[in-house]
Nanobody
Framework: QVQVVESGGGLVQAGGSLRLSCAAS????????MGWYREAPGNERELVAR???????NYADSVEGRFTISRDNAKNTVYLEMNSLKPEDTAVYYC???????????????????WGQGTQVTVSS
């Protein structure tokens, strides 16, 4: 009932830029925190950036100053603007959203993490 779809990955030269987008759809009540994570081959999934419902942000040290996370609540969308890309940024990037859904049977609410399908970002030297 809830779908999270991300896009914007691709192949870029070192120093280039990409903008990732991730949009949620379906029967959701609200979206709280949003974030981006990445997995490089042989590495564990790591936090890249997070943004709270109030707009507060935090970034991995490796991307601080180069990446910017933002959100458009009207579109249920989170973005990741990536500038000055480096080969070590190469990874599959995953969108994460903390979504509250409503249970129709008893009007209860459930908070759960939802993940996008992943989008490949490749930065060539």
């Amino acid at each position: 009932q809830v779908q999270v779809v991300e896009s914007g990955g691709g192949l870029v030269q070192a120093g280039g830029s990409l903008r990732l987008s991730c949009a949620a759809s379906g029967r959701l009540f609200s979206i709280n925190g949003m974030g981006w994570y990445r997995e490089a081959p042989g590495n564990e999934r790591e936090l890249v950036a997070r943004i709270t419902s109030g707009g507060g942000t935090n970034y991995a040290d490796s991307v601080e100053g180069r990446f910017t996370i933002s959100r458009d609540n009207a579109k249920n969308t989170v973005y990741l603007e990536m500038n000055s890309l480096k080969p070590e940024d190469t990874a599959v990037y995953y969108c994460n959203m903390e979504i509250t859904t409503r249970e129709d049977s008893d009007n209860s609410y459930l908070n759960s993490d939802y993940w996008g399908q992943g989008t490949q970002v490749t930065v060539s030297s």
